[in-house]
T-cell receptor, first 114, second 112 residues
Framework: ETGVTQSPTHLIKTRGQQVTLRCSSQ?????VSWYQQALGQGPQFIFQ???????GRGNFPPRFSGLQFPNYSSELNVNALELDDSALYLC?????????????FGSGTRLTVV | LAKTTQPISMDSYEGQEVNITCSHN???????ITWYQQFPSQGPRFIIQ???TKVTNEVASLFIPADRKSSTLSLPRVSLSDTAVYYC?????????????FGKGTRLSVIA
């Protein structure tokens, strides 16, 4: 059973650019959530996808968008990057939106905006 | 979601038992208590989940008093590899639209 994999592991972008982060969910999981974790803080919820539809969103501006594909993998897109977008971006997957066994997180993508 | 309060940091020596307490005074009837562990540059890892009384697995124990307004994560005989940030979360585990809400967690440092 494979876990959650994210790519790339590290990324450096310039302010104003756009970035796409990718996530492959754990086998059998149909729900994917994205989190942003700034240094020294807990992860903050961005949004969640269930069977290719967004079904929950945190307090993030529209320039944060996402997709979930038929194989349940997912992308996080961020437009017009700002310096404050520098963070660890985490993807988590689960089965049927319930949390009986908890979410499985990937190791994240470290994004640095300069 | 119910807000949680945990100590910012704790230190322990190897081999000791560590207890991290979390306060959640506004916990709702349907809420479960879940603990995650996070190592640097890794995603959080599910440790344990419970509703009331005591839950034990191969990693930890979770103690929840009758009023459920607090909970204690117990790590037996910690080692250096248990140095991590530990997060306490509460929420309805059957409400798929409700996201996980993380606080700042408790930074546990295990000393040799």
């Amino acid at each position: 059973e494979t876990g959650v994999t994210q790519s790339p592991t590290h990324l450096i972008k310039t302010r104003g650019q756009q970035v796409t982060l990718r996530c492959s969910s754990q086998s059998g999981h149909n729900t994917v959530s994205w989190y942003q974790q700034a240094l020294g803080q807990g992860p903050q919820f961005i949004f969640q996808y269930y069977r290719e539809e967004e079904n929950g969103r945190g307090n993030f501006p529209p320039r944060f968008s996402g997709l979930q594909f038929p194989n349940y993998s997912s992308e996080l897109n961020v437009n017009a990057l700002e310096l404050d977008d520098s963070a660890l971006y985490l993807c988590a997957s689960s089965q049927d939106r319930d949390r009986v066994y908890g979410y499985t997180f990937g190791s994240g993508t470290r994004l640095t905006v300069v | 979601l119910a807000k949680t309060t945990q100590p910012i940091s704790m230190d322990s020596y190897e081999g000791q038992e560590v207890n991290i307490t979390c306060s959640h005074n506004n916990i709702a009837t349907n809420d479960y208590i879940t603990w995650y562990q996070q190592f640097p540059s890794q995603g959080p890892r599910f440790i344990i989940q419970g509703y009331k009384t005591k839950v034990t697995n191969e990693v930890a124990s979770l103690f929840i008093p009758a009023d459920r307004k607090s909970s204690t994560l117990s790590l037996p005989r910690v080692s250096l590899s248990d140095t991590a940030v530990y997060y306490c979360l509460v929420g309805d585990r059957n409400s798929g639209n409700t996201p996980l809400v993380f606080g700042k967690g408790t930074r546990l440092s295990v000393i040799a």
